[in-house]
Nanobody
Framework: QVQLVESGGGLVQPGGSLRLSCAASGFTFSRYAMRWYRQAPGKERELVAAITSGGNENYSDSVKGRFTISRDNWKNTVYLQMNSLKPEDTAVYYC?????????WGKGTLVTVSS
């Protein structure tokens, strides 16, 4: 049974930092790309960052230079380090993976950037 469990969200002031974690289980983590999406109120879900099984990273233009995705294949965990946070980064952040030709999502973790 594939499970993705996000953690690390919270309230942070503009300019601050947060690190999100996504613990994965139920599949061979090291073999699959992992992705972080986010969904702001009233907006569609958007891809924020992705990391391949080989460690290649990709970012949306809106977070490039501020966010860093990484993975620990020993801990079956993917991370999203978010720096220089802006109010427009406020959203529910979701972890995503597609093992066994199916798409899996975590329940999300809320990030609120506000003073």
């Amino acid at each position: 049974q594939v499970q993705l469990v996000e953690s690390g969200g919270g309230l942070v002031q503009p300019g601050g930092s947060l690190r999100l974690s996504c613990a994965a289980s139920g599949f061979t983590f090291s073999r699959y790309a992992m992705r972080w999406y986010r969904q702001a109120p009233g907006k569609e879900r958007e891809l924020v960052a992705a990391i391949t099984s080989g460690g290649n990273e990709n970012y949306s233009d809106s977070v490039k230079g501020r966010f860093t995705i990484s993975r620990d294949n020993w801990k079956n965990t993917v991370y999203l380090q978010m720096n220089s946070l802006k109010p427009e980064d406020t959203a529910v952040y979701y972890c995503n993976a597609s093992p066994y030709a199916m798409n899996y999502w975590g329940k999300g973790t809320l990030v609120t950037v506000s003073s």
